[in-house]
């Protein structure tokens, strides 16, 4: 079983080392549909090689060093072997392609664009101006949302609040997973999501930020309730203290100031993601540079350009500065 | 009738550890009981599981002849309520005022809201303030308590459990991250509690002379047994080497 694990493994890596080795000599092979071919002829050869050479990178994984040290030779590169053939498939998955980036062609479109970002449309900056509002106040109205949602959770999710027995360890492992499953689900995607479920626009966007901000801020808050110093809380429970009053008296003082130190850097990334929903119809800024973008009117995306930056720019100054004075 | 009885207490650690084994005594009121022994004998452990921060393991505790090791939430709380309790590091909240951390020894008996919503009686606040001058700090009530020393960190945690109306006052270690100077007085002012108030008190300590200054009963745990029971007198040189090991000597704090 070991075996033909190491033999498939053998089989991926090789042929992709194999396949690029080829791709290099015969750069022109890229362009064609029989590329893919030329993995059947690696593939046998990187079989052989495994079954009877005994040159085995899949060996490196499946055998631990104390059962068999590697010996010299080539064995002893599988590692190094294994690492470039990792490079050479991802050069080959990405169309990774100097020719194009340096082209003729590619270079004046490259001059193309640059040029029209850098003369940039000032026309449209009063629109951009109402875009980028509605952007910043979609920021902030889902961190406003989320706060004190995340607030209520975070306790839920912290290890050292759910002490109550075998039901609340339950609730807590289920709340965990639910909470990463949100959070591993990009804000694009939830974008996606609100805009069929409330239609296009802001609404949508704010949604989208409020499902993610609550995930992520939950857990920032939770392992900062997990980081308290557990004396205040065996104080407060000695004076007969209810447990939401242990809770607040001796946990939310801890924790204050981390919170609304996270909270603020979680307006000012929600600044920024919301721009990127508005591409897929989250409203904002990010849904009027798709428009001119499609319109192919680069001196006006220009002028988006430049205001996104200073806007982003700003509030992350502003942002570093408050949780600075915070801390 | 004895104000505490512990009888065949056990505590054992989830990890297997076996913290206390089978200890049983009784305080009477008005004592000053002094609990002795190394560090890691079980000390912190027992004064926790009197008013159940730690669940006892095997045995009973009965207070005022109530046994409270079976006990619902509610009358699990009324028995810390009335039991004071301060620490070695002295668990004050150190964002707010001195006097809302001595308005804090009356949240057994505040409903939630109110304490939620910070509104405590003008009763509570002036015995907040009677407590603070019985620990003769008064003119600190409102000082951030992080702002304090050590020592006045102490009398303020005293003065939270005054807010209790104690019967008992538990002392972990009052003094051990204090210099010998303020462990006194932070001791004196345990010692007129204890005499002025009547309140009974159990203290974890390490220094014998500050057991032989204060206490009138010691109780020495050694390995999570009771090795020893009695006055402070009787705490011969042969009964040191026992209960701290025959390597030990005895440093002492003046």
């Known amino acids: ?327 | 009738m004895s104000l505490l009885s512990v009888r065949n207490l056990s505590h054992t650690y989830p990890n297997g550890y076996k913290a206390l084994d089978d200890i049983s005594f009784s305080v009477e009121p008005g004592e000053f009981l002094v609990i002795i022994g190394l560090s890691g004998s079980g000390k912190s452990t027992l004064l926790r599981c009197l008013n159940r921060l730690i669940e006892p393991t095997h045995g009973t505790i009965t207070m005022n002849g109530q046994d409270v090791t079976h006990v619902s939430d509610a009358a699990l709380r009324s028995h810390r309520a009335g039991i004071g309790m301060i620490f070695q590091h002295f668990n004050l909240i150190p964002r707010h005022s001195v006097v809302k951390n001595v308005l804090y020894g009356t949240l057994g008996s505040t409903p939630t809201l109110a304490s939620i919503l910070g509104r405590f009686s003008s009763e509570q606040h002036q015995r907040a303030m009677e407590a603070l001058d019985v620990v003769g700090i008064a003119e600190k009530a409102d000082v951030r308590a992080d702002a304090l020393s050590g020592g006045q960190q102490q009398r303020v945690a005293i003065a939270r459990a005054l807010m209790q109306n104690p019967n008992l006052l538990l002392a972990d270690e009052p003094v051990a991250s204090l210099d010998p100077a303020t462990s006194h007085s932070v001791m004196d002012y345990l010692e007129r509690i204890n005499k002025d108030l009547g309140t009974t008190v159990i203290c974890n300590l390490h220094f014998l002379s500050l057991v032989r200054r204060y206490a009138t009963r010691v109780i020495a745990l050694k390995g999570g047994r009771m090795v020893f029971d009695g006055q402070p007198i009787e705490i011969t040189d042969a009964w040191f080497r026992t209960i701290y090991g025959e390597e030990a000597m005895e440093v002492e704090i003046r």
């Open chain 1, 1 to 327: 079983m070991k075996r033909l694990f190491a033999i498939i493994l053998d089989a991926i890596l090789g042929s992709a080392v194999t396949s690029m080795i080829l791709l290099i000599i015969v750069p022109e092979l890229t362009g064609l549909s029989v590329a893919p071919l030329l993995v059947i002829p690696a593939t046998i050869a990187w079989i052989a090689a495994a079954t009877f050479g005994g040159a085995s990178i899949g060996q490196l994984f499946v055998s631990s060093k104390t059962e068999r040290p590697l010996p010299n030779g080539l064995r002893s590169h599988m590692g190094w072997i294994a690492f470039c053939s990792s490079i050479v498939a991802g050069w080959i998955v990405t169309d990774i392609s100097p020719i194009e980036f340096f082209s003729g062609e590619g270079l004046k479109g490259a001059g193309r664009i640059f040029g029209a970002l850098f003369t940039p449309e000032f026309d449209v900056l009063g629109a951009a101006l109402d875009a980028m509002v509605v952007t910043v106040f979609t920021a902030l109205m889902a961190t406003i949302v989320a706060v004190p949602m995340s607030f209520v959770l975070s306790f839920a999710a912290a290890r050292n609040v759910m002490t109550g027995g075998t039901h609340e360890r339950v609730f807590y492992v289920l709340l965990r997973a639910l909470l990463n499953i949100m959070r591993s689900m990009e804000p694009i995607i939830w974008a996606i999501i609100f805009s069929v479920w409330v239609g296009i626009g802001p609404f949508a966007g704010m949604l989208a930020l409020v499902v993610h901000t609550i995930a992520s801020l939950t857990k920032q808050y939770s392992e900062q309730i997990e980081d308290v110093n557990h004396g205040p809380l065996e104080a407060v429970s000695a004076t007969g203290a209810k447990r939401l009053q242990v809770l607040w008296f001796a946990i939310v003082p801890q924790c204050v100031i981390p919170f609304l130190s996270f909270t603020i850097y979680r307006w000012d990334i929600n600044v920024r993601m919301a721009t990127i929903i508005g591409f897929v119809g989250g409203g904002g800024i990010g849904t009027l540079l798709t428009q001119y973008q499609g319109l192919a009117k680069y001196n006006e995306v220009g002028t988006l350009v430049i205001l996104i930056t200073l806007v982003v720019w700003m509030l992350d100054v502003i942002s570093a500065r408050v949780r600075e004075a915070l801390r």
